[in-house]
């Protein structure tokens, strides 16, 4: 059985009295009868999993991530076929490079990219694929990606 996807936002503080939820559970209160038992190992695996970056630290990420998505961004702005929809600018920036195809569908290429063990995001409705160039992701990696790409769209 899949344990139950996790998720949290972490807003700075200066910026937190300016977010309003919609609506907000915290704490014990969050928890019911109603909503089952704690998936105790996943809230233990996800303290790990913070305490690992903080490890690293923020900025060692940060700067590694938009490192990998400039590299990809540049490697993909070489290719015929499609049109690199992310933002240019360093400030819009995150680890996330999304492309639309001109002619390609993307669904054939996510399939294939699939069957190959390469994961990427299908955007339906832009006829668009997203990639992510995380800390996970090394160059190897994109390099690999850029090589099927160009591969499928010729």
């Given at each position: 059985?899949?344990?139950?996807?996790?998720?949290f936002l972490f807003i700075r503080k200066e910026f937190?009295?300016?977010v309003q939820p919609v609506f907000m559970f915290s704490g014990l209160?969050?928890?019911s009868a109603s909503s089952g038992t704690r998936n105790v190992s996943t809230i233990i695996g996800l303290g790990l999993a913070l305490d690992f970056h903080k490890r690293i630290g923020t900025d060692k990420i940060q700067q590694r991530t938009l490192q990998l998505r400039n590299y990809c961004l540049a490697e993909l702005k070489k290719l015929k076929g499609l049109k690199v929809i992310s933002p240019e600018s360093s400030a819009l920036s995150s680890g996330i490079v999304?492309?639309?195809?001109?002619?390609?569908?993307?669904?054939?290429?996510?399939?294939?990219?699939?069957?190959?063990?390469?994961?990427?995001?299908?955007?339906?409705?832009h006829n668009a694929i997203r990639i992510s160039c995380h800390m996970f992701v090394s160059k190897k990696d994109i390099d690999t990606f850029i090589k099927e790409l160009t591969t499928l769209l010729n």
């Open positions: 059985m899949e344990p139950r996807h996790p998720g937190q009295e300016l209160t969050a928890y999304s492309f639309s195809l001109d002619t390609a569908k993307n669904s054939e290429i996510y399939s294939k990219m699939k069957d190959r063990d390469i994961i990427v995001k299908l955007l339906t409705q």
